[in-house]
Protein backbone atom coordinates (compact mmCIF):
# COMPACT_ATOMS: atom_id res chain seq x y z
CA UNK A 1 0.00 0.00 0.00
CA UNK A 2 1.16 3.38 -0.98
CA UNK A 3 0.92 6.74 0.89
CA UNK A 4 0.70 9.66 -1.63
CA UNK A 5 1.23 12.81 -0.65
CA UNK A 6 -1.93 15.13 -0.44
CA UNK A 7 -4.66 13.03 -0.13
CA UNK A 8 -4.73 13.41 3.73
CA UNK A 9 -2.93 16.12 5.00
CA UNK A 10 -3.96 15.06 9.09
CA UNK A 11 -1.19 15.15 11.40
CA UNK A 12 1.12 12.07 11.56
CA UNK A 13 -0.26 10.92 14.95
CA UNK A 14 -3.90 11.01 13.81
CA UNK A 15 -3.16 9.40 10.12
CA UNK A 16 -1.34 6.20 12.56
CA UNK A 17 -4.34 6.20 14.69
CA UNK A 18 -6.90 6.20 11.62
CA UNK A 19 -8.86 9.54 13.05
CA UNK A 20 -9.92 12.38 11.40
CA UNK A 21 -7.60 15.20 12.59
CA UNK A 22 -8.93 18.83 12.74
CA UNK A 23 -5.77 20.17 10.86
CA UNK A 24 -5.03 22.92 13.55
CA UNK A 25 -1.77 23.67 13.95
CA UNK A 26 0.93 23.63 15.36
CA UNK A 27 -0.67 21.17 17.12
CA UNK A 28 -4.22 19.58 16.69
CA UNK A 29 -6.81 19.47 19.25
CA UNK A 30 -7.59 16.00 18.71
CA UNK A 31 -3.74 14.66 19.92
CA UNK A 32 -3.42 17.98 22.67
CA UNK A 33 -7.36 16.73 24.48
CA UNK A 34 -5.93 13.20 24.70
CA UNK A 35 -2.55 14.30 26.33
CA UNK A 36 -0.57 12.59 23.10
CA UNK A 37 2.26 13.62 21.29
CA UNK A 38 1.11 15.32 17.78
CA UNK A 39 3.88 14.30 14.88
CA UNK A 40 3.28 17.30 13.29
CA UNK A 41 2.22 17.22 9.49
CA UNK A 42 5.56 16.15 8.02
CA UNK A 43 5.65 13.54 4.68
CA UNK A 44 5.03 9.65 5.72
CA UNK A 45 7.55 7.84 3.76
CA UNK A 46 6.70 5.48 1.13
CA UNK A 47 6.17 1.51 1.27
CA UNK A 48 5.33 -1.15 -0.85
CA UNK A 49 3.32 -3.97 -0.06
CA UNK A 50 4.81 -7.36 -1.52
CA UNK A 51 2.67 -10.27 -0.70
CA UNK A 52 5.34 -12.98 -1.95
CA UNK A 53 2.95 -13.64 -4.72
CA UNK A 54 3.32 -12.70 -8.48
CA UNK A 55 2.14 -9.56 -9.58
CA UNK A 56 2.88 -7.21 -12.13
CA UNK A 57 5.45 -5.19 -11.29
CA UNK A 58 7.72 -7.83 -8.77
CA UNK A 59 10.31 -9.65 -9.74
CA UNK A 60 9.64 -13.12 -10.33
CA UNK A 61 13.35 -14.07 -10.90
CA UNK A 62 16.53 -13.64 -8.84
CA UNK A 63 18.11 -10.79 -9.97
CA UNK A 64 22.18 -12.39 -10.92
CA UNK A 65 24.97 -10.93 -9.72
CA UNK A 66 26.70 -8.76 -12.01
CA UNK A 67 29.95 -9.89 -11.28
CA UNK A 68 29.84 -13.47 -10.30
CA UNK A 69 26.71 -14.31 -11.88
CA UNK A 70 25.36 -16.17 -9.12
CA UNK A 71 22.11 -15.54 -7.84
CA UNK A 72 20.89 -15.37 -4.22
CA UNK A 73 19.49 -18.64 -2.82
CA UNK A 74 17.01 -15.96 -0.13
CA UNK A 75 13.61 -16.48 -1.33
CA UNK A 76 11.11 -13.06 -1.11
CA UNK A 77 9.57 -13.97 2.41
CA UNK A 78 5.85 -13.45 2.42
CA UNK A 79 3.93 -10.29 3.90
CA UNK A 80 7.21 -7.99 4.41
CA UNK A 81 7.16 -4.05 3.94
CA UNK A 82 10.19 -3.22 1.73
CA UNK A 83 10.85 -0.02 1.97
CA UNK A 84 11.46 2.41 -1.58
CA UNK A 85 14.84 3.58 -1.91
CA UNK A 86 16.15 6.36 -3.90
CA UNK A 87 16.01 4.86 -7.72
CA UNK A 88 19.44 6.15 -7.83
CA UNK A 89 20.77 3.15 -5.29
CA UNK A 90 18.34 0.50 -7.62
CA UNK A 91 22.16 -0.80 -8.51
CA UNK A 92 23.63 -1.70 -4.96
CA UNK A 93 24.09 -5.32 -4.78
CA UNK A 94 24.02 -7.18 -1.34
CA UNK A 95 23.55 -11.04 -1.39
CA UNK A 96 22.23 -10.89 2.11
CA UNK A 97 19.18 -8.84 1.35
CA UNK A 98 15.93 -10.02 -0.84
CA UNK A 99 16.09 -8.99 -4.61
CA UNK A 100 15.41 -5.57 -5.56
CA UNK A 101 11.20 -4.95 -6.60
CA UNK A 102 11.19 -3.88 -10.01
CA UNK A 103 8.56 -0.75 -9.60
CA UNK A 104 6.53 1.03 -12.11
CA UNK A 105 8.17 4.49 -13.47
CA UNK A 106 4.93 6.03 -11.48
CA UNK A 107 6.06 4.41 -8.27
CA UNK A 108 9.43 5.23 -8.88
CA UNK A 109 8.93 8.47 -9.86
CA UNK A 110 6.94 8.97 -6.50
CA UNK A 111 9.49 7.20 -4.21
CA UNK A 112 12.37 9.96 -5.76
CA UNK A 113 10.12 12.86 -5.29
CA UNK A 114 9.79 11.80 -1.63
CA UNK A 115 13.13 11.15 -0.86
CA UNK A 116 14.29 14.73 -2.13
CA UNK A 117 11.33 16.71 -0.50
CA UNK A 118 12.13 14.70 2.78
CA UNK A 119 16.07 15.89 2.47
CA UNK A 120 15.18 19.28 1.62
CA UNK A 121 12.38 19.87 4.68
CA UNK A 122 15.06 18.41 6.60
CA UNK A 123 17.68 20.70 5.63
CA UNK A 124 15.16 23.41 5.74
CA UNK A 125 13.43 23.46 9.16
CA UNK A 126 14.96 24.10 12.70
CA UNK A 127 16.35 20.16 13.69
CA UNK A 128 14.36 19.19 10.49
CA UNK A 129 10.73 19.73 12.82
CA UNK A 130 7.94 21.56 11.57
CA UNK A 131 6.66 22.73 14.61
CA UNK A 132 10.43 23.68 15.79
CA UNK A 133 9.75 26.59 12.87
CA UNK A 134 8.25 29.85 13.11
CA UNK A 135 4.60 30.27 11.63
CA UNK A 136 5.74 31.98 7.99
CA UNK A 137 8.35 28.51 7.73
CA UNK A 138 5.42 26.03 8.76
CA UNK A 139 2.86 27.91 5.98
CA UNK A 140 5.70 27.43 3.74
CA UNK A 141 6.43 23.60 4.01
CA UNK A 142 2.71 22.83 4.54
CA UNK A 143 2.11 24.76 1.20
CA UNK A 144 4.90 23.63 -0.77
CA UNK A 145 3.93 19.83 -0.28
CA UNK A 146 0.27 20.74 -1.67
CA UNK A 147 1.92 22.66 -4.82
CA UNK A 148 4.95 20.47 -5.82
CA UNK A 149 2.12 17.96 -7.54
CA UNK A 150 0.82 21.00 -9.23
CA UNK A 151 3.44 22.36 -11.51
CA UNK A 152 6.19 21.01 -13.16
CA UNK A 153 8.65 24.57 -12.65
CA UNK A 154 8.06 23.54 -8.80
CA UNK A 155 8.55 19.84 -8.65
CA UNK A 156 11.95 20.50 -10.53
CA UNK A 157 13.34 22.94 -8.53
CA UNK A 158 12.54 21.09 -5.79
CA UNK A 159 14.28 17.92 -7.13
CA UNK A 160 17.27 20.16 -7.90
CA UNK A 161 17.73 21.26 -4.49
CA UNK A 162 16.75 17.61 -2.53
CA UNK A 163 19.27 16.18 -5.19
CA UNK A 164 22.03 18.36 -4.81
CA UNK A 165 21.83 17.87 -0.92
CA UNK A 166 21.72 14.21 -1.31
CA UNK A 167 24.79 14.56 -3.71
CA UNK A 168 26.36 16.96 -0.42
CA UNK A 169 25.58 14.82 2.39
CA UNK A 170 27.15 11.48 0.68
CA UNK A 171 29.71 13.09 -1.04
CA UNK A 172 28.47 12.21 -4.48
CA UNK A 173 29.90 14.68 -7.02
CA UNK A 174 27.49 12.87 -9.61
CA UNK A 175 24.37 13.58 -7.12
CA UNK A 176 25.35 17.33 -7.12
CA UNK A 177 26.16 17.94 -10.61
CA UNK A 178 22.84 16.01 -11.33
CA UNK A 179 21.29 18.58 -9.42
CA UNK A 180 22.78 21.50 -11.03
CA UNK A 181 21.34 19.80 -14.37
CA UNK A 182 17.63 19.72 -12.51
CA UNK A 183 18.32 23.62 -11.55
CA UNK A 184 18.47 24.53 -15.36
CA UNK A 185 15.39 22.44 -16.48
CA UNK A 186 13.60 23.58 -13.92
CA UNK A 187 14.39 27.44 -15.53
CA UNK A 188 13.76 26.52 -18.78
CA UNK A 189 10.58 24.74 -16.89
CA UNK A 190 9.99 28.44 -15.62
CA UNK A 191 10.13 30.30 -18.71
CA UNK A 192 7.79 28.46 -20.51
CA UNK A 193 5.56 28.77 -17.45
CA UNK A 194 5.38 32.87 -17.58
CA UNK A 195 4.36 32.12 -21.27
CA UNK A 196 1.18 30.46 -20.53
CA UNK A 197 -0.97 32.94 -18.98
CA UNK A 198 -2.83 30.48 -16.64
CA UNK A 199 0.47 29.04 -15.18
CA UNK A 200 1.79 31.76 -14.58
CA UNK A 201 -1.16 33.37 -12.64
CA UNK A 202 -0.82 29.59 -10.51
CA UNK A 203 -0.63 29.50 -7.01
CA UNK A 204 2.26 27.06 -7.53
CA UNK A 205 4.34 29.46 -9.80
CA UNK A 206 4.53 32.34 -7.40
CA UNK A 207 6.38 29.93 -5.18
CA UNK A 208 9.10 29.04 -8.07
CA UNK A 209 11.17 32.00 -7.51
CA UNK A 210 11.73 31.26 -3.75
CA UNK A 211 12.76 27.80 -4.63
CA UNK A 212 14.85 29.04 -7.47
CA UNK A 213 16.79 32.05 -5.03
CA UNK A 214 17.15 28.95 -2.02
CA UNK A 215 19.17 27.05 -4.59
CA UNK A 216 21.50 30.20 -5.31
CA UNK A 217 22.04 30.07 -1.82
CA UNK A 218 23.07 26.62 -1.21
CA UNK A 219 24.64 25.51 -4.35
CA UNK A 220 25.30 28.74 -6.20
CA UNK A 221 28.11 27.99 -9.05
CA UNK A 222 29.57 31.55 -8.48
CA UNK A 223 31.19 30.87 -4.58
CA UNK A 224 31.14 33.89 -2.73
CA UNK A 225 31.48 37.15 -5.71
CA UNK A 226 28.98 39.09 -5.56
CA UNK A 227 27.29 37.30 -8.80
CA UNK A 228 26.11 35.51 -6.65
CA UNK A 229 24.42 37.40 -4.83
CA UNK A 230 23.18 39.31 -8.11
CA UNK A 231 21.65 35.69 -9.15
CA UNK A 232 19.59 35.85 -6.00
CA UNK A 233 18.05 39.03 -5.80
CA UNK A 234 16.93 38.13 -9.67
CA UNK A 235 15.16 35.92 -8.59
CA UNK A 236 13.98 37.93 -5.95
CA UNK A 237 13.12 40.70 -8.57
CA UNK A 238 11.22 38.04 -10.51
CA UNK A 239 9.18 36.91 -7.22
CA UNK A 240 8.15 40.38 -6.87
CA UNK A 241 6.75 40.68 -10.40
CA UNK A 242 4.98 37.61 -9.96
CA UNK A 243 3.21 38.77 -6.93
CA UNK A 244 2.52 42.44 -8.26
CA UNK A 245 0.93 40.65 -11.86
CA UNK A 246 -2.36 40.14 -9.65
CA UNK A 247 -4.37 42.88 -8.21
CA UNK A 248 -4.38 43.04 -4.15
CA UNK A 249 -7.43 41.84 -3.96
CA UNK A 250 -6.87 38.71 -5.58
CA UNK A 251 -5.09 37.59 -2.45
CA UNK A 252 -8.15 37.76 -0.10
CA UNK A 253 -9.86 35.40 -2.47
CA UNK A 254 -8.41 31.87 -1.44
CA UNK A 255 -6.39 31.03 1.87
CA UNK A 256 -3.78 29.63 0.27
CA UNK A 257 -3.13 32.68 -1.91
CA UNK A 258 -3.49 34.91 1.43
CA UNK A 259 -1.06 32.87 3.33
CA UNK A 260 1.67 33.45 -0.20
CA UNK A 261 0.96 36.73 0.05
CA UNK A 262 1.47 37.42 3.71
CA UNK A 263 4.65 35.07 3.82
CA UNK A 264 6.01 36.90 0.59
CA UNK A 265 5.75 40.34 1.37
CA UNK A 266 8.57 40.67 4.08
CA UNK A 267 11.04 39.43 1.25
CA UNK A 268 9.63 41.44 -1.42
CA UNK A 269 10.33 44.11 0.93
CA UNK A 270 14.15 43.53 1.54
CA UNK A 271 14.30 43.36 -2.22
CA UNK A 272 13.34 46.96 -2.87
CA UNK A 273 15.60 47.95 -0.11
CA UNK A 274 18.56 46.15 -1.41
CA UNK A 275 17.75 47.94 -5.16
CA UNK A 276 16.78 51.27 -2.86
CA UNK A 277 13.45 51.89 -4.53
CA UNK A 278 10.11 52.30 -3.35
CA UNK A 279 7.72 50.06 -3.27
CA UNK A 280 4.07 49.56 -4.38
CA UNK A 281 3.64 47.63 -1.22
CA UNK A 282 3.93 50.57 0.06
CA UNK A 283 0.50 51.72 -1.30
CA UNK A 284 -2.99 51.86 0.74
CA UNK A 285 -4.61 49.08 -1.52
CA UNK A 286 -1.63 46.63 -0.79
CA UNK A 287 -1.86 46.86 2.65
CA UNK A 288 -6.05 46.48 2.62
CA UNK A 289 -7.38 44.69 0.28
CA UNK A 290 -5.56 41.72 0.57
CA UNK A 291 -6.83 40.78 4.52
CA UNK A 292 -10.72 41.76 3.13
CA UNK A 293 -12.31 39.86 6.19
CA UNK A 294 -9.58 39.22 7.72
CA UNK A 295 -7.91 40.48 10.61
CA UNK A 296 -3.81 41.17 10.35
CA UNK A 297 -1.39 39.41 12.75
CA UNK A 298 1.07 41.65 14.50
CA UNK A 299 3.72 40.68 12.10
CA UNK A 300 1.31 41.94 9.40
CA UNK A 301 0.96 45.46 10.89
CA UNK A 302 4.80 45.45 11.60
CA UNK A 303 5.45 44.54 7.92
CA UNK A 304 3.12 47.71 6.89
CA UNK A 305 5.45 49.77 8.59
CA UNK A 306 8.38 48.16 7.16
CA UNK A 307 6.72 48.88 3.54
CA UNK A 308 7.61 52.62 4.17
CA UNK A 309 11.39 52.16 4.60
CA UNK A 310 12.52 51.90 0.61
CA UNK A 311 10.79 55.15 -0.10
CA UNK A 312 12.92 56.19 2.46
CA UNK A 313 16.14 54.59 1.70
CA UNK A 314 15.51 55.89 -1.96
CA UNK A 315 15.03 59.23 -0.73
CA UNK A 316 18.14 59.23 1.44
CA UNK A 317 20.25 58.33 -1.10
CA UNK A 318 18.84 60.56 -3.93
CA UNK A 319 19.65 63.47 -0.57
CA UNK A 320 23.33 62.14 -0.61
CA UNK A 321 24.04 61.90 -4.25
CA UNK A 322 22.78 64.24 -6.36
CA UNK A 323 23.43 67.88 -7.15
CA UNK A 324 20.90 70.32 -5.85
CA UNK A 325 20.57 73.91 -5.34
CA UNK A 326 20.73 75.14 -1.56
CA UNK A 327 16.60 75.62 -1.30
CA UNK A 328 16.07 72.23 -3.38
CA UNK A 329 18.50 70.16 -1.06
CA UNK A 330 17.11 71.73 2.07
CA UNK A 331 13.40 71.04 0.77
CA UNK A 332 14.56 67.56 0.50
CA UNK A 333 15.97 67.21 3.48
CA UNK A 334 12.89 68.09 5.36
CA UNK A 335 10.65 65.99 3.35
CA UNK A 336 12.80 62.93 4.19
CA UNK A 337 13.38 63.74 7.72
CA UNK A 338 9.21 64.06 7.97
CA UNK A 339 9.00 60.60 6.55
CA UNK A 340 11.77 59.05 9.10
CA UNK A 341 9.53 60.54 12.16
CA UNK A 342 6.63 59.50 10.35
CA UNK A 343 7.83 55.83 10.61
CA UNK A 344 9.43 56.11 13.90
CA UNK A 345 5.96 57.35 15.55
CA UNK A 346 4.69 54.26 13.78
CA UNK A 347 7.23 52.36 15.02
CA UNK A 348 6.67 53.41 18.82
CA UNK A 349 2.73 52.60 18.63
CA UNK A 350 3.10 49.41 17.27
CA UNK A 351 5.74 48.59 19.69
CA UNK A 352 2.58 49.94 22.43
CA UNK A 353 0.23 47.63 20.89
CA UNK A 354 2.40 44.77 21.64
CA UNK A 355 4.37 44.88 24.13
CA UNK A 356 5.03 41.10 24.30
CA UNK A 357 5.82 40.38 20.53
CA UNK A 358 9.55 41.67 21.14
CA UNK A 359 11.99 39.52 23.15
CA UNK A 360 13.44 41.99 25.67
CA UNK A 361 16.97 40.35 26.98
CA UNK A 362 17.21 40.62 30.60
CA UNK A 363 20.38 40.91 33.14
CA UNK A 364 22.96 39.64 32.20
CA UNK A 365 21.66 40.70 28.61
CA UNK A 366 20.05 43.51 29.61
CA UNK A 367 18.83 45.67 26.76
CA UNK A 368 19.72 48.85 28.36
CA UNK A 369 23.58 47.80 28.41
CA UNK A 370 24.85 48.71 25.06
CA UNK A 371 28.23 47.92 25.87
CA UNK A 372 27.61 43.87 26.35
CA UNK A 373 28.90 41.79 23.82
CA UNK A 374 27.22 38.29 25.34
CA UNK A 375 25.43 36.61 23.04
CA UNK A 376 21.58 36.61 23.01
CA UNK A 377 19.69 33.62 23.36
CA UNK A 378 15.96 33.63 22.87
CA UNK A 379 12.95 31.33 24.47
CA UNK A 380 12.01 29.86 20.97
CA UNK A 381 12.87 30.11 17.39
CA UNK A 382 9.27 32.11 16.73
CA UNK A 383 10.13 34.60 19.05
CA UNK A 384 13.82 34.82 17.76
CA UNK A 385 12.39 35.55 14.09
CA UNK A 386 9.86 38.28 14.89
CA UNK A 387 12.18 40.15 17.09
CA UNK A 388 14.94 40.07 14.96
CA UNK A 389 12.77 41.39 12.04
CA UNK A 390 11.77 44.53 14.79
CA UNK A 391 15.26 45.28 15.24
CA UNK A 392 16.13 45.49 11.50
CA UNK A 393 13.13 47.55 10.88
CA UNK A 394 14.51 49.84 13.66
CA UNK A 395 18.25 50.36 12.80
CA UNK A 396 16.98 51.50 9.02
CA UNK A 397 14.31 54.02 10.24
CA UNK A 398 16.88 55.48 12.82
CA UNK A 399 19.91 55.09 10.66
CA UNK A 400 18.33 56.75 7.69
CA UNK A 401 16.91 59.54 10.05
CA UNK A 402 20.28 60.35 11.69
CA UNK A 403 21.64 60.86 7.62
CA UNK A 404 19.22 62.50 7.17
CA UNK A 405 19.40 64.53 9.99
CA UNK A 406 22.90 65.20 9.29
CA UNK A 407 24.89 63.03 11.88
CA UNK A 408 27.39 60.69 10.81
CA UNK A 409 27.92 57.62 11.92
CA UNK A 410 31.70 58.22 11.15
CA UNK A 411 32.00 61.03 13.55
CA UNK A 412 29.26 59.38 16.18
CA UNK A 413 30.40 57.09 18.83
CA UNK A 414 27.32 57.45 21.18
CA UNK A 415 24.84 54.77 21.72
CA UNK A 416 21.92 57.20 22.59
CA UNK A 417 19.84 60.05 21.44
CA UNK A 418 17.54 62.33 23.86
CA UNK A 419 14.58 62.40 21.54
CA UNK A 420 14.34 59.28 20.13
CA UNK A 421 16.45 55.68 20.23
CA UNK A 422 19.81 55.54 18.36
CA UNK A 423 20.13 53.08 15.37
CA UNK A 424 23.97 51.39 16.80
CA UNK A 425 21.72 49.67 19.98
CA UNK A 426 19.38 47.72 17.20
CA UNK A 427 22.98 46.93 15.25
CA UNK A 428 24.97 45.77 18.12
CA UNK A 429 21.97 43.76 19.34
CA UNK A 430 21.77 41.86 15.70
CA UNK A 431 25.12 40.95 15.99
CA UNK A 432 25.03 39.37 19.20
CA UNK A 433 21.76 37.48 18.11
CA UNK A 434 24.00 36.18 15.29
CA UNK A 435 25.56 33.12 17.42
CA UNK A 436 21.74 32.40 17.97
CA UNK A 437 20.37 31.78 14.45
CA UNK A 438 23.83 30.19 12.89
CA UNK A 439 23.67 27.31 14.84
CA UNK A 440 22.94 24.06 13.10
CA UNK A 441 20.01 22.97 14.83
CA UNK A 442 18.37 26.22 13.18
CA UNK A 443 19.19 24.77 9.68
CA UNK A 444 18.72 26.81 6.25
CA UNK A 445 16.14 28.90 8.06
CA UNK A 446 18.16 30.48 10.90
CA UNK A 447 20.80 31.42 8.28
CA UNK A 448 19.08 32.79 5.56
CA UNK A 449 16.42 34.75 8.52
CA UNK A 450 19.65 36.41 9.90
CA UNK A 451 21.44 37.17 6.56
CA UNK A 452 19.31 40.37 5.60
CA UNK A 453 19.16 42.02 9.34
CA UNK A 454 23.16 41.42 10.04
CA UNK A 455 24.08 42.59 6.06
CA UNK A 456 22.20 45.99 7.65
CA UNK A 457 23.93 45.76 11.10
CA UNK A 458 27.56 45.35 9.23
CA UNK A 459 26.84 48.13 6.59
CA UNK A 460 26.15 50.53 9.69
CA UNK A 461 28.79 49.23 11.82
CA UNK A 462 31.16 49.50 9.25
CA UNK A 463 30.89 53.20 8.54
CA UNK A 464 32.64 53.10 12.50
CA UNK A 465 34.72 50.00 12.99
CA UNK A 466 36.62 51.13 15.69
CA UNK A 467 33.13 52.04 17.72
CA UNK A 468 31.97 48.71 17.04
CA UNK A 469 34.93 46.08 16.16
CA UNK A 470 33.69 44.15 19.05
CA UNK A 471 30.28 43.10 17.52
CA UNK A 472 32.21 42.92 14.05
CA UNK A 473 33.83 40.68 15.01
CA UNK A 474 31.21 38.90 17.16
CA UNK A 475 29.20 38.54 13.70
CA UNK A 476 32.61 36.90 11.95
CA UNK A 477 33.28 34.40 14.72
CA UNK A 478 29.86 33.15 14.58
CA UNK A 479 29.92 32.65 10.81
CA UNK A 480 33.29 30.51 11.29
CA UNK A 481 31.06 28.08 13.42
CA UNK A 482 31.70 24.64 12.11
CA UNK A 483 28.74 22.97 11.64
CA UNK A 484 27.14 26.07 9.87
CA UNK A 485 27.27 25.44 6.24
CA UNK A 486 29.87 26.58 3.97
CA UNK A 487 27.53 26.95 1.31
CA UNK A 488 25.60 29.39 3.41
CA UNK A 489 28.93 30.98 4.20
CA UNK A 490 29.66 31.43 0.74
CA UNK A 491 26.37 33.34 -0.03
CA UNK A 492 26.63 35.34 2.92
CA UNK A 493 30.02 36.49 1.87
CA UNK A 494 29.03 36.95 -1.61
CA UNK A 495 25.97 39.45 -0.12
CA UNK A 496 28.42 41.22 1.98
CA UNK A 497 30.59 42.43 -1.11
CA UNK A 498 27.35 43.68 -2.08
CA UNK A 499 26.56 45.76 0.70
CA UNK A 500 29.95 46.02 2.96
CA UNK A 501 32.90 48.45 1.49
CA UNK A 502 35.86 46.06 0.32
CA UNK A 503 38.37 47.10 3.61
CA UNK A 504 35.87 45.14 5.93
CA UNK A 505 34.98 43.20 3.81
CA UNK A 506 38.69 42.20 3.19
CA UNK A 507 39.14 42.38 7.36
CA UNK A 508 36.59 39.74 8.13
CA UNK A 509 37.84 37.57 5.52
CA UNK A 510 34.95 37.96 3.31
CA UNK A 511 32.16 36.45 5.20
CA UNK A 512 28.94 37.97 5.89
Given at each position: ??GI?????G??T?????????????E?RQ????????????????FVY??????D?A?????????????P???????????VG????S???????PP????P?????????E?????????Y????????????????VN?L?L??????A??L??QA????A?GQ?????AL????R????????E?A?????S?????E?????????A?????F????S????A??????A???T????G?????????????S?FVN???????????T??????????????P????????????????????????A????GS??????K?????R??????????????D??????R?I?T????D?????N??K??????F?????????W?????I?????T???I??E???ST????????RK???LI?R??????Q????L??A??M???????L?YM???VP?????I?M???????PL??S???D??????K????????????G?Q
Amino acid sequence: MVGISGRSRGCVTCRKRKKRCDLQRPECRQCQGRDTACGGYDLDRIFVYQTGRGNDFAAKKPVPNPDTGATPSQPLQRNQMLPVGSVLESKVWNPRQPPSIILPDAFARSAYTEKVMSTFIQMYLPRGRLAAADAEGREFVNMLSLLTVRDQALQLAVQAIGTAALGQSTGDEALTRQGRVLYGAALSETAAALRDSSRAKSEAALMVPRIMALFEVLFGAEASSPARAKSWLSHAIGETALILGRDAEAYSYTDTAHSMFVNTRFRLVVSAVRTRTATVLNNKEWKTLPWRSRVKTVNDTLVDIFCGVPELREAVETLGSSAFSESKAGELRRHTVAKAWTLHHQLQDWLVANPRAIYTPTAPDCFDRINTIKPISFPHFECACGTLRYWVVALLIYSHLDTASGISPEDDWSTEHSDRPHPRKYARLIARSAPYFFQEQHGLTGATTMSFPLGMALLYMSRNVPADSRYISMAMKAWEQPLLASAVRDFLASMTKTLIPPSLAAKSGGEQ
